[in-house]
């Protein structure tokens, strides 16, 4: 049973910068595929940026060139630095990995003031 712990949400100006967080509690495998999602409030969980087991990293259109997605195995974390933070961004943010298993955090809220 890996277990996620996401920090870093928290309240930003439209513009400003947020890094999440992601804390596992095993160590990271390159082989392993972790990823940031987020999910408003009565909409599905979107995925926002991936990084693939052979270290391939994919981003949601909506935002590529603001979000990057970093992941350090020594320290068993995965980031995600934010940059130019939208109204719309603001939600729910969970931290993914999988291994055999999919597993889940408990998710940081991210709210950015117009």
């Known amino acids: 049973q890996v277990q996620l712990v996401e920090s870093g949400g928290g309240l930003v100006q439209a513009g400003g910068s947020l890094r999440l967080s992601c804390v596992a509690s095993?160590?990271?495998?390159?082989?392993?595929?972790m990823a940031w999602y987020r999910q408003a409030p009565g909409k599905q969980r979107e995925l926002v940026a991936v990084?693939?087991?052979?270290?391939?990293?994919n981003y949601a259109d909506s935002v590529k060139g603001r979000f990057t997605i970093s992941r350090y195995h020594d320290k068993n974390t995965v980031y995600l630095q934010m940059n130019t933070l939208k109204p719309e961004d603001t939600t729910v943010y969970y931290c993914?990995?999988?291994?055999?298993?999919?597993?889940w955090g408990k998710g940081t809220q991210v709210t950015v003031s117009s």
């Open positions: 095993e160590r990271l495998f390159s082989i392993n595929p």
């Open positions: 993914m990995y999988r291994k055999l298993l999919t597993y």
């Open positions: 990084i693939t087991g052979g270290e391939k990293i």
